[in-house]
């Protein structure tokens, strides 16, 4: 069974500091990877999708990359904004169009 | 375009009573899918619908049971309610394995 696990829990950071986020899988049979932010009561936002066969995605000052081959995946965040504080999950999606999640990273930003 | 939209956004029902929820996906997806977020357990995957047919399904009782219709949107009930039932219930849209788009989910709360 696929488990995807995020390391931190819970991070804290002044704003303006770069940041990185850590997501790992157990099985690298995947068909893609996405990053989503979760704002408190809220629904899913997605911030980057990156196929099996890409090793990186791009939108803005977020910065995805995938390592297949050692089931880890990175969301790197220049220059951090108040507004940027949010739950941030990372899921894999299998055969049969189902995602797993991981349990996301909590991060504030503070002014 | 508009994005995922499901109903209603809140929902307070009994122990024993039975519950749908609604799901309309984005125009053109025909995969929808079923998610249910709570603190202890974190997104869990329900079930998935393609073209009115269950493709996958999550480790969940029977209880959970869902529907396609021919216009795409989906529909999820439970039956006999329990107080674990209370949840953030998040739908999931996409064309087929690429790019899922979630809507703003529907808190239920069972007392």
């Known amino acids: 069974k696929q488990e995807v696990t995020q390391i931190p829990a819970a991070l804290s950071v002044p704003e303006g500091e770069n940041l990185v986020l850590n997501c790992s899988f157990t099985d690298s049979a995947i068909y893609n990877l996405q990053w989503f932010r979760q704002d408190p009561g809220k629904g899913l936002t997605s911030l980057l999708l990156i196929q099996s066969s890409q090793r990186e995605q791009t939108s803005g000052r977020l910065n995805a990359s995938l390592d297949k081959s050692s089931g880890r995946s990175t969301l790197y965040i220049a220059a951090s904004q108040p507004g940027d504080s949010a739950t941030y999950l990372c899921a894999v999606v299998v055969t049969g169009n189902q995602f797993y999640f991981g349990t996301g990273t909590s991060l504030t930003v503070i002014p | 375009k508009a994005g995922v939209t499901q109903t209603p956004r809140y929902l307070i029902k009994t122990r024993g009573q039975q519950v749908t929820l609604s799901c309309s996906p984005i125009?053109?997806?025909?995969?929808v899918s079923w998610y249910q977020q709570t603190p202890g357990q974190g997104l869990q995957f329900l079930f998935e619908y393609f073209s009115e047919t269950q493709r996958n399904k999550g480790n969940f009782p029977g209880r959970f049971s869902g529907r396609q219709f021919s216009n795409s949107r989906s529909e999820m009930n439970v039956s006999t309610l329990e107080l674990g039932d209370s949840a953030l219930y998040l739908c999931?849209?996409?064309?087929?394995?690429?790019?899922?788009?979630f809507g703003s989910g529907t808190r239920l709360t069972v007392v």
């Open positions: 125009s053109g997806h025909r995969s």
């Open positions: 999931a849209s996409s064309v087929d394995t690429y790019g899922y788009t």
